[in-house]
């Protein structure tokens, strides 16, 4: 099991930033893929990013990229999402995932969540 918990999310406006952080426990990390999705209501969640834990590759959503950047802190068994240039489309609810299998941007391939984090992105 991997329990995981966000932080960061908060009301900005369009054109500023945020950093997200989710804190992973449990099972060790070392063969996983950190995942950022995003939800709006009902909707499908959103891939944003993911990030390998060894090696550091990471993959993006192509309305992120120049944007939002995915990092990880193998001390502190943390992945970071530093998003900038925000825009009120970016508005949502950001979760951290984690997958034992290859990376993915498809939701249903990642067993683990955080609770989630809002994020408003006012005009």
């Known amino acids: 099991q991997v329990h995981l918990v966000e932080t960061g999310g908060g009301l900005v406006q369009a054109g500023g930033s945020l950093r997200l952080s989710c804190v992973a426990s449990g099972r060790p990390l070392s063969s996983a893929v950190m995942g950022w999705f995003r939800q709006v209501g009902g909707k499908e969640r959103e891939f944003v990013a993911a990030?390998?834990?060894?090696?550091?590759?990471?993959y993006y959503a192509g309305f992120v990229k120049g944007r939002f950047t995915i990092s990880r802190d193998n001390t502190k068994n943390t992945v970071l999402l530093e998003m900038n240039r925000l825009r009120p489309e970016d508005t949502a609810g950001y979760f951290c995932a984690v997958t034992y299998s290859d990376l993915s941007t498809k939701w249903y391939e990642y067993p683990y969540w955080g609770q989630g984090t809002q994020v408003t992105v006012s005009s």
């Open positions: 990030i390998q834990w060894s090696g550091g590759s990471s």
